[in-house]
């Protein structure tokens, strides 16, 4: 059974930064694809950046610009840098793993809070 754990939310001011990291207990270079969701109180839960096993990654329109996700094979672990924050990025993030064609894995989900 595939475990993701994530780490780095937190309080932040308007325009700071935080870094998620989620990190795997096995080795992702076998996810197909590996991605950030977040589920803001009230909303529905959405994409927000994604990378493939051979590095592609798709951003949200909302997030472009401003967030980049990147991962570690060596340390089996998925990176969220997110500059620029705005009080609407403010929601639960979970980190997300898909294995071959039906299989997905989620994190706990990390609160990110932003202050305006």
């Known amino acids: 059974q595939v475990q993701l754990v994530e780490s780095g939310g937190g309080l932040v001011q308007a325009g700071g930064s935080l870094r998620l990291s989620c990190v795997a207990s096995?080795?992702?270079?076998?996810?197909?694809?590996m991605g950030w969701y977040r589920q803001a109180s009230g909303k529905q839960r959405e994409l927000v950046a994604g990378?493939?096993?051979?590095?592609?990654?798709n951003y949200a329109d909302s997030v472009k610009g401003r967030f980049t996700i990147s991962r570690d094979n060596s340390k089996n672990t998925l990176y969220l840098q997110m500059n620029s924050l705005k009080h609407e990025d403010t929601a639960v993030y979970y980190c997300?793993?898909?294995?071959?064609?039906?299989?997905?894995?989620w994190g706990q989900g990390i609160q990110v809070t932003v202050s305006s």
């Open positions: 096995g080795s992702i270079v076998l996810f197909n694809a």
């Open positions: 997300n793993a898909k294995l071959g064609v039906s299989r997905d894995y």
């Open positions: 990378i493939t096993r051979g590095g592609g990654t």
